[in-house]
C-alpha cells in the first residue's frame, strides 16, 4: 500500500493574468467570447460535485491516496462559468484538528496543506482530443499556479468524468463529479451574485474612514452558484518557489500563510442586505462549520462585501472591505 506524501513545490510569481488562447481571445472577460467557444463552455457550465475519485497502478491495482495513505474520501466542487472561468475546492473528509484551531507549526500547516486542495483560472475545450484545460491563475499547491493541467473529460447524463494524464510512475487518477441543480428560489439578490468575480481591493477603515491597513497586491476569485455555494481563493503576490526539492520550515510557513481558501453552503437576507457563508472546509479546518456573515453592497459590475463592524485593542470601531469585479456575464 503506498501512502500519501505531501510535497509542496515552488510557485513563481504571478498574478490575476489569464494564460493561453483563452486569454488571447478575450483577455478579462469584458470582451465578447466567440460562439464556438461559449457552445463548448456550455457543456461544462454549472456546478459538479465530487461523487468518486479513484487512483490506479500502471498494472490496475487500487493506490491508496489521502494524508494517513488510508484512501478516505474527499468532498468538493468545480465550477464551471459560459465566459470560462473554472474553480476547484476539494478537502478530505477527515481533517487535522489543531489546538487553538489554527496552524502555527510547519508540521500542522503541512497537514492542513495535505488535506484541503483548491486552485482557480480559466479553461478551454478541445473537443477533437476530448481535453479540457484548466489555465490556473493561483493554488494552494505552490508548484500548481500558473500552470496549464490538461483533464481527459467524458459526459455521461449529469456525470463529468476527468481524468488528469498518467503519472510517470504509470499511476492514473480518475474523478467523477454530478452535476448540482439549481435552487428552486433565487431571489434578486442571489441573481446578482451568481458569478464570478475577481479580487480588487481588501482593506479595514476606522470609523472615521482612515484605512487602518490594506493588502495590495492581492488577487483572488470568489464564486457564487445557483445551486446556493460560494468558493473563495485569496492569493498574495509574488510567491516565492522553494529552493529545494523538500520545502523548509520556513517556506511551509510562508506558503500556508499566503494563501486562503473556503467553500460552502451560503444564504441571502434579501430585507437585510447581507449574505452568510456557511463554511463547510477551509484552509483553516478550524473555520469549517463556521458562518460569516457579509453585508453586499453593487455599484456597476463591482461587488462590496463587508463583515459586521468589529472592535480594535482601544474599543474602536473597525470595517473590513473586500470589493470584487464581475468576470462572468
Sequence with gaps: MRTFVVMLAGIG?????????????FGDGAAPVPAAIRAANSRFAGVWKLVGEETRDANGQAVSRGPNGDNAARFGYIVYDPVGYMSVNLAWLKQPVFAGGKA?????ALAAMGAYNSYWGS??????????????????SPAFAGTNQERQFTFSGNQL????PTAA????????????????????????????????????????????????GWTGFIVYTASGHVMVHMMQPYR????????TPDETMATYRSYTSYFGPYTVNESEKYVVHHLAAAINSGAAGTDFQRFIEFAGKRLTLKPPVTKDSS???????????????
Design 315 to 329: 474599543g474602536e470601531s473597525v470595517q473590513t472591505a473586500i470589493t470584487w469585479e464581475r468576470l462572468s456575464d
Design 13 to 25: 510569481i504571478i498574478g490575476l493574468t489569464a494564460r493561453g488562447e483563452l486569454a488571447a481571445q
Design 104 to 108: 502555527t507549526t510547519p508540521q500542522d
Design 169 to 216: 510512475n504509470g499511476d492514473q487518477r480518475t474523478l467523477t463529479w454530478e452535476r448540482v441543480p439549481d435552487l428552486p428560489d433565487l431571489t434578486p439578490t442571489h441573481r446578482k451574485l451568481i458569478g464570478f468575480w475577481k479580487l480588487i481591493s481588501f482593506e479595514r477603515r476606522s470609523a472615521k474612514g482612515d484605512r487602518l491597513s490594506s493588502y495590495p
Design 240 to 247: 516565492r518557489r522553494n529552493v529545494g526539492a523538500s520545502p
Design 161 to 164: 468524468t476527468l481524468r488528469p
Design 123 to 140: 479553461f478551454a475545450v478541445n473537443d477533437a482530443r476530448g481535453i479540457v484545460t484548466h489555465q490556473t491563475f493561483g493554488a494552494l
